[in-house]
């Protein structure tokens, strides 16, 4: 029975020797063009592609943890905001719109270092990749700035239930912004180095994918804090 | 790079290695990237947190039965906790939480998954290592640490912390409610860095098993280990986030003045707290949205063992393969929605409470599958009782043992009786404790040659298992008993408690601690007889001694570094293809393709 379930298509002959492999798996530090991304079904063993797909499935993977831990704080704020009498609504510090502008603002850059990548710019690519990386920390001193206009009106983590999940809330996505920016330090640093081709464009394929991931959350967020007051 | 034969059984082709094996020490059994070298640390550092676990159990039974006794030894090691060799009430609490704790995140989250998971999925699906193998060695690593924090929280001032495995505020975020300090703390940073690690693993392990299967592995190809561990890491994935944040709002409680689940006009020792408008249901609800999927957490990895062993020593393919899948698939998506039955006495509105009921009702008909499946695995097999095998049949049996108890606490009405009994103490130690536990003796012994390329010995085996399974329900059997009467649990003594003293519930006691005492004592013979048969078990070089059929028996024992020696194998067939019709030998491997089963008979596949 078992036997003739979900019969494997032969197509790949039954050896192949190491010549036979996809080029550039090992070593192979030259700046190449992206082999075309294969169209379904299982090609080789040691697909370039293949390397860059698992990086990005592994993002998507972790964005589900991720989401999670965003979506348990945003279920006990609202559980919490109906407890009891005591939650008191505040406006949020305008700079938050320019951080949110910079932070969208980033996501193009990192698009643009992903093309620079596909056509073959290194230069260019950590040009664009510095550029990301700046904007990302300029959005977190914007963030800082926020506390601050809070603080300096008297709201602290502990002042309300309303502000400490503003600031848990600020905090979580930062500390998770620091680890991207972290993923284009390591691009920066890696990109002329002999790291081979699959896993640098995995490195950008995946930290492009993430950093979009933290700009759709921050608008999230910021949208919880703005409408559910 | 050593020359390393693989089996003629792997057809397959090459592929260019991943990663060199390394040379040094610390590279290779230290910081080392290699799933198998990962999956042993999570199996030691198991070993080590089951008999502090244990060692813990032992105390709270013993301050059980003698509530006022001097013991040799205690006041010395604990000068605080027992002054004079007497457990204080708050000691026995303490140690009561640790054990839960220990075994719950460090043992029944860590071994199963981390242990067997890491070492036998990459190569059941013909991997050479996991999707992240430096991400799998910060995972290891932070699991480490997570269980130095916790065994830190013992020698802290104030000592360990005593507010339940579950951590219930007020007690667990108010540090004047109890003697403790910085335990407390100690313990939200352990399982926050313990989710943290179970998050990373759990990437990992659904990225490698969607991405790394071999050519022809299905998903309705993979073993049904593959199939647990898989489920496993998506719960993991989707309730470890939750319980990290539950526990940085519990850490702002304690220490930053914020009121998420402190209440306000909270009186402790005649004191007034300074918190206001919290509430400790919302910390309930974020513990068990994580907490009830934790348990299958627990549990599913041993189904999949118990599955996968049934068949093997059965000789025969497992009854309803894909009904096993659909029922673990249902028990991991039901399991999501269920926690409130562990909140029904906490004032939870009745239809709430019956929406929950029915929910939990739902998750027996998968059960039932999976249970109903394995008796019709074994019916008609060929059946070798060897202690693999023992181990596995003893699983079932506490799963269905652990498992009816459940009925019973599911239904609201009855729960409200039983909830702070001993009955349910009974309940989640059978099922999720002990039959987890199963799991891992059968896998531990069924993949010990694999591991070690040496056996445990089966004489000892088949004596521990006896002792054991007899042991275990000579524990658990009365609890239920002692629940109906009933005995409420979590109290340090019952002196003083009439109705208990004249229903016989004294004697019970005493029996179960000394079925405990002897029942731990077993479990050395266990870890004697895995101590020397890493080193000097009988050696067992042969590929596949059990004559099973999954990739990791193509292999040698133990496995190269890479696992197929830079080959990847094809894999023609299901997962348990036992008593062929036909067939030259009574078994077909994955990686045998018809002409290697059958010969050259025409016709005679399919």
Redesign the interface.
């Known amino acids: ?6 019969a ?1 298509t032969s197509t ?7 010549a036979d ?1 996809p080029p550039g ?2 070593g192979g530090g030259d700046f190449v063009t992206l082999p075309p991304v294969r169209e379904g079904g ?1 090609e080789g ?2 697909g370039e592609d ?1 390397i860059v ?2 990086y990005k ?2 993002v998507w ?2 964005m ?10 945003t ?2 704020m609202i ?2 905001q109906g ?4 939650w008191l609504p505040f406006s949020l510090p305008p700079v938050l719109y320019v951080s949110t502008a910079v932070l969208v603002l980033s996501s193009f850059t990192i698009e643009r270092a992903r093309k620079e990548l596909l056509q073959s710019n290194p230069d260019a690519l950590r040009r664009w990749v510095n550029v990301s990386a700046c904007l990302g920390l300029a959005f977190l001193a914007c963030q800082l700035l926020g506390w601050q206009a809070l603080s300096g009106r008297g709201i602290y ?2 002042s309300n ?1 309303a502000s ?1 999940f503003y600031y ?1 809330l600020t905090a ?1 996505h930062g500390a998770h912004l620091l680890g991207g920016i972290a993923a284009l330090g390591y691009i920066w640093a890696r990109v002329r180095g002999s790291r081979p081709w699959p896993t640098r464009v995995a490195a950008v394929e995946a930290t492009a994918l993430y950093w979009h991931f933290l700009d759709v959350l921050w608008i999230y967020i910021l949208g919880l804090l703005l409408f559910w007051r | 790079m050593t020359e390393v034969q693989v089996s003629p059984e792997v057809a397959g082709y090459t592929e260019v290695h991943r990663h060199p094996e390394p040379k040094s020490f610390i590279w290779k059994y230290i910081f080392s990237v290699d799933h198998k070298v990962i999956g042993i640390q999570y199996l030691l550092l198991a070993v080590v947190a089951v008999f502090v676990g244990m060692a813990l159990s032992l105390l709270v039974r013993l301050r059980l039965i003698w509530p006022n006794e001097s013991l040799p030894l205690l006041g010395d090691l604990f000068p605080v906790g027992a002054p004079g060799g007497v457990m204080t009430p708050e000691f026995y609490l303490a140690m009561l939480t640790m054990h839960g704790t220990v075994m719950v995140f460090m043992v029944l989250t860590t071994a199963p998954q981390g242990g067997f998971g890491n070492y036998f999925l990459p190569i059941q699906i013909g991997a050479a290592d996991m999707a992240f193998p430096r991400l799998n060695m910060l995972s290891f690593w932070a699991t480490f640490v997570s269980f130095m924090l916790l065994m830190a929280a013992f020698f802290v001032e104030g000592g360990a912390p005593m507010s339940g495995w579950t951590g219930y505020p007020p007690l667990s975020a108010v540090p004047e409610a109890t003697v403790q300090g910085i335990g407390q703390d100690l313990w939200i940073a352990s399982i926050a860095v313990f989710c943290i690690a179970s998050l990373l693993a759990a990437l990992n392990f659904i990225v490698t098993t969607l991405d790394l299967r071999a050519k022809g592995l299905t998903m309705m190809r993979l073993p049904l280990t593959c199939w647990t561990w898989f489920v496993t890491a998506i719960l993991a994935l989707l309730a470890f986030g939750v319980l990290l944040a539950a526990g940085v709002l519990l850490l702002m409680d304690r220490n930053a003045g914020t009121s998420f689940f402190v209440p306000g006009g909270l009186v402790v020792s005649d004191r007034q707290i300074d918190h206001s408008g919290g509430s400790p249901i919302l910390w309930q609800h974020l513990f068990w949205f994580f907490g009830h999927p934790e348990v299958y957490i627990a549990i599913l990895p041993g189904m999949g063992v118990t599955s996968h062993i049934l068949s093997t020593f059965a000789r025969k393919t497992v009854f309803g393969y894909k009904a096993m899948v659909y029922a673990v698939l249902a028990i991991g998506l039901l399991g999501f929605v269920v926690w409130g039955h562990h909140m029904f006495v906490s004032g939870m509105s009745p239809y709430s409470a019956f929406v929950f009921a029915i929910l939990t009702m739902c998750i027996g008909v998968p059960s039932a599958i999976k249970t109903f499946n394995w008796i019709g695995t074994l019916w008609g097999g060929k059946i070798r009782f060897t202690s693999p095998m023992l181990y596995s049949i003893g699983f079932v049996s506490l799963f269905v043992t652990g498992g009816l108890s459940g009925i019973f606490l599911g239904q609201p009405t009855v729960d409200l009786y039983f909830h702070d009994t001993y009955f349910v103490v009974a309940h989640f130690h059978l099922i999720m404790g002990v039959a987890a536990i199963f799991g891992m003796f059968a896998g531990m012994t069924f993949w010990f040659p694999k591991m070690f390329g040496r056996m445990m010995d089966e004489g000892l085996s088949k004596i521990h298992f006896w002792t054991t399974f007899v042991g275990v329900y000579a524990i658990f059997g009365p609890m239920h008993y002692l629940g109906m009467l009933p005995h409420p649990r979590r109290y340090a003594e019952m002196s003083d408690v009439d109705y208990l003293l004249t229903t016989g519930a004294e004697g019970l006691q005493q029996f179960i601690t000394v079925a405990a005492v002897l029942t731990i004592l077993v479990q050395f013979l266990f870890l004697y007889n895995f101590v020397r048969g890493i080193f000097a078990g009988k050696e067992c070089r042969e590929e596949n001694p059990w004559e099973a059929t999954t990739l990791e028996w193509a292999v040698p024992s133990p496995p190269p570094h890479d696992n197929f020696a830079g080959k990847v194998p094809h894999v023609y067939r299901g997962a348990y293809d036992f008593s062929l019709q036909g067939a030259k030998r009574d078994f077909a491997m994955q990686c045998n393709d018809d002409k290697a089963v059958y010969g050259d008979q025409p016709g005679s596949g399919d």
């Open positions: 029975m078992a036997t003739s379930q979900g494997a790949v002959p039954a050896t192949l020797t190491p492999a798996i090992e299982w063993p040691s293949r797909q698992r499935l592994g993977v972790g589900g943890g991720i989401l999670m831990f965003f979506a348990a704080l279920s006990a559980v919490r407890l009891s009498g005591d983590l502990a239930p400490s848990l979580g």
